[in-house]
């Protein structure tokens, strides 16, 4: 039912994510309804591999527990973790946090690991297989967002690595062999202690707020543990019912600057309670899809298809220096995000996707009018211009407004046409609409709502209100 949302985590076929030539099927675009509205409530979803693929994740399990079980109990000092913003692109091997009480065994393609005693290392059996097929179930899973977001095929494909590797080439994408908690590694540890509603005490690792930086992640474990925020703040726990076959699958920070804030990234923590009375700890498979050292992360693609870009998001950021600096979490979430994907047909048979406005509550203080004008006119563009764009087969390009305030008053100008043939309002430049100062926004939301000033009053003697008041301090 529309609008009704998900109770719980949305469950899709890796194989109906596949996209085929042609129109998509019906299952394809059933697939992405489901994994967009997953990604929208609860910034995760579950992925279901075929039984082959998953006998390879649980056999990857089982050889990761027998290493780490074999590992010393004190790591050497050149194993410990630094962290090092810098190291990116090139971690890989043993590595261990005592002070977060996890080892981590990094496969990245292109390089070989060496033990401080210059022999070469024996990694967990199966790991090139495990690579692949996560590998390209996030580039697949990536796609499936693009095409929910309008955007054309692979868009994402410039800022990924070269499939396959080319010569002396190293991955940016890692696959990330983790055990928490392993009862005879000893260090340090430092936890956090969290009361559940029923009484019982939790433990938490201590990275409270952790959002990997990453495009898409997609992780399998032998434990549940793995909590992350839904859109109401509250932690789930994502992993607690998976079947042998399921994984989870979760975007990342790279992904939020990519799509200018659409794709929020998961906030995640990770349970570690009664894991000590286990003798091997949680084990976990991560592969963690990044964009390529030496490109850029930009919107370009998203403006391309009609969706406002805010000024934080207007210039291209250098991946190395993405990667190098430190994001703080608050600041990462004061926008107004999607908070629910649905799909509606149109008359030629494929879905278009549309934000739906979030609903006032009690609780929720109004949105100050110049905000409730910018989303109003974001919905008016993707529910009425969009979809009469799509009936006529018009690719929608919008202009600069410098530019467009002198084009508006000429016939020969070069969106003369395109203003014409979707009813765009006379005296409006033809900019998206994110960006039309608020008395064009207006204007632009009663050519194609007529009566929408009559239904909102309020917002509206507020914004003319704040403009006059704008206008005398001028």
């Given at each position: 039912m529309a609008g009704s949302g998900l109770p719980s985590l949305g469950r899709v076929k890796l194989a109906d994510l596949v996209p085929?030539?042609?129109?998509?099927?019906?299952?394809?675009?059933?697939?992405?309804?489901?994994?967009?509205?997953?990604?929208?409530?609860?910034?995760?979803?579950?992925?279901?591999?075929?039984?082959?693929?998953?006998?390879?994740?649980?056999?990857?399990?089982?050889?990761?527990?027998?290493?780490?079980?074999?590992?010393?109990?004190?790591?050497?000092?050149?194993?410990?973790?630094?962290?090092?913003?810098?190291?990116?692109?090139?971690?890989?091997?043993?590595?261990?946090?005592?002070?977060?009480?996890?080892?981590?065994?990094d496969y990245r393609p292109?390089?070989?690991?060496?033990?401080?005693?210059?022999?070469?290392?024996?990694?967990?059996?199966?790991?090139?297989?495990?690579?692949?097929?996560?590998?390209?179930?996030?580039?697949?899973?990536?796609?499936?967002?693009?095409?929910?977001?309008?955007l054309r095929s692979s868009p994402f494909r410039d800022i990924l690595d070269n499939v396959p590797l080319r010569n002396r080439e190293i991955s940016s994408s890692v696959l990330s062999v983790c055990c928490h908690a392993r009862p005879s590694f000893q260090g340090a540890q430092h936890h956090n202690f969290t009361t559940q509603e029923d009484g019982q005490l939790v433990m938490f690792s201590d990275h409270e707020h952790q959002v990997d930086k990453t495009l898409i992640s997609v992780v399998k474990s032998d434990k549940p543990g793995l909590h992350i925020k839904d859109f109401q703040g509250r932690w789930v726990l994502v992993d607690e019912d998976l079947g042998p076959q399921e994984a989870i699958v979760y975007p990342g920070l790279a992904l939020y600057q990519a799509t200018a804030g659409y794709v929020?990234?998961?906030?995640?923590?990770?349970e570690i309670t009664n894991i000590q009375n286990n003798l091997f700890g949680r084990c976990?498979?991560?592969?963690?899809?990044?964009?390529?050292?030496?490109?850029?992360l930009s919107c370009s693609e998203m403006r391309a298809a009609g969706h406002g870009v805010e000024p934080q998001f207007q210039l291209p950021v250098l991946v190395d220096n993405f990667m190098q600096r430190s994001h703080p979490i608050d600041q990462l979430f004061n926008r107004q995000s999607i908070q629910s994907f649905n799909f509606h047909p149109t008359p030629d048979g494929s879905m278009k996707p549309m934000m739906r406005r979030r609903k006032n509550?009690?609780?929720s203080k109004p949105l100050p009018p110049s905000k409730r004008l910018r989303l109003e006119a974001q919905r008016v563009l993707k529910e009425r211009v969009q979809d009469i764009a799509d009936k006529k087969g018009i690719k929608l390009r919008f202009c600069p407004l410098k530019d467009c305030e002198s084009h508006i008053q000429t016939l020969d100008s070069p969106c003369a046409n395109i203003r014409m043939e979707i009813g765009w309002p006379h005296?409006?430049?033809?900019?998206?609409?994110?960006?039309?100062?608020?008395?064009?926004?207006?204007?632009?939301?009663?050519?194609?709502?007529?009566?929408?000033s009559a239904t909102n009053d309020m917002e509206l003697g507020l914004t003319e209100s704040g403009q006059a008041s704008q206008s005398a301090l001028g």
């Open positions: 085929s030539e042609g129109l998509p099927s019906d299952s394809y675009k059933l697939s992405v309804s489901t994994l967009s509205q997953s990604l929208a409530q609860y910034s995760a979803a579950i992925i279901q591999f075929s039984v082959s693929d998953g006998a390879l994740l649980r056999s990857g399990l089982d050889s990761a527990r027998l290493y780490f079980h074999q590992r010393a109990s004190y790591p050497a000092p050149d194993m410990a973790h630094t962290n090092d913003p810098h190291d990116w692109c090139r971690t890989s091997g043993y590595n261990a946090d005592p002070q977060l009480w996890l080892e981590t065994y292109g390089i070989t690991p060496i033990e401080p005693n210059n022999m070469m290392e024996f990694p967990p059996a199966g790991l090139p297989d495990i690579f692949s097929l996560l590998g390209k179930a996030a580039r697949d899973i990536l796609d499936a967002i693009s095409f929910y977001l309008n929020n990234p998961a906030l995640q923590r990770t976990s498979l991560a592969l963690k899809l990044m964009p390529k050292s030496g490109t850029s509550d009690s609780k005296g409006v430049p033809f900019v998206h609409p994110h960006d039309l100062p608020n008395k064009a926004k207006i204007g632009f939301l009663e050519a194609y709502e007529p009566g929408w």
